[in-house]
Each structure stands twice: as structure tokens, then as C-alpha cells.
């Protein structure tokens, strides 16, 4: 079940976008980053919920959507993510955040996921631009930004294919594929 549940989560960019996000249901995703794993357990996250149009389209427009599709500019109007969760390091609880964002946004679209909903975490944000618009305080650092929605694509995931390349690349019918490497190329001893 949890191989399942893993090999569905993939990183979705085209959503039905009218499809609502309920409030509660975002703070659910965020009940499950609280009960996550965190370094020292100094549990120094902190979140911004959004599923209203205009704090979508504010947050929207600070993000880059998948780099390797050079010739698409990200989710078209209509298609965009009904709602974000952002997850912020508050400087004021701890210094250091290890790898606390990454354990949260994993258990977040994990738990979106069997939701029957799905997203992506994006990492490569505008965040001066962010964090004006939303009037975030500098004590905290803007670290991910999760996209979440009904998912309106197909992502299929293959083996790397002998030229090694491991973009990520669309098809004439939309589907999106994603080169995995060869568990045995990952393994250095056993
Ligand atoms: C830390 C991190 C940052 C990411 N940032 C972005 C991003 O800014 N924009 C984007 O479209 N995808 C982003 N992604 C999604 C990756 O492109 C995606 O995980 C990768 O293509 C593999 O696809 P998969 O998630 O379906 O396995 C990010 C993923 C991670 C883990």
C-alpha cells in the first residue's frame, strides 16, 4: 500500500482548478507535517494556508514551473492549483531547519495524495516578490511552496533510458514522464 501510495505521488502542474480546497482540509495536510519527524525536535515550521483566487494568483505568480519543459510556461488559467500551503522557517524558534521542510512537504502531499488529491512542491520561488505581496515578517524565511488540486494530468514514471538523461519530458498527448534511475545504480554496497 505505501509503494502505492509513493508510485501515485507524483509532482502534478495541471489541475482542475475550480475543484475548491477546503480550509480544514489544508490544515489537516499541515496536522500531518506536525506529527513529522524534525531535527531536535525544535519543530521550527511555520505555515501560510491559501485557497481563495486572488492569494492564489499572488502566489502564483511568484513561482517557475518545470524547468525542463523549456517551451511551457507553467499551468494555464483554468488549470492552476486551487490552493497553496507555504512552509516557512521561524528564525525565532531555531536556527537551523536540517531537513525539516522536506519531511513536511513529503508527509503534506502524501496524505493530499490519498486524499484523491494531489501537488508539488516548488522550491524555485520569487521570495522577495512573495513575501511582499503576502507581507510576511523577515523572521521568517520562506523555504517551499506546496501547489495542491485535483490533478488534471497523467504522470508516469520510467527507467532511465540509455542516454542517461533524467528530464522529465511531455508527450503529444499531454502525459508527463519521469526517468527514475536503476535501483541497482543507487546501492553502493550491501
Ligand atoms: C526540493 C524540491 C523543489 C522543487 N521545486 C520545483 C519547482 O520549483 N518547480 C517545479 O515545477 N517542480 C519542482 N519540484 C518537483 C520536481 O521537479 C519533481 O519532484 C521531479 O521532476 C520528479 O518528479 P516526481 O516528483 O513526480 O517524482 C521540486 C521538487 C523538490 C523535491
Known sequence: MMEDLIKSNRSFRRFYQQQAIAGETLKKLVNLARLSASAANLQPLKYILASEPPKNAAIFSCLAWAGYLTDWPGPAEGERPAAYIIILHDREVAKEVWCDHGIAA???????R????????????KKDQLRELLQIPNRYEILLVIALGKPKETVVLEE???DGSIKYWRDDDGVHHVPKRRLEDLILGE
Open 114 to 125: 490519498a486524499m484523491g488529491l494531489g501537488g508539488c512542491m516548488l522550491g524555485s520561488i
Open 106 to 112: 513529503q508527509s503534506m502531499l502524501l496524505g493530499a
Open 160 to 162: 532511465v533510458g540509455p
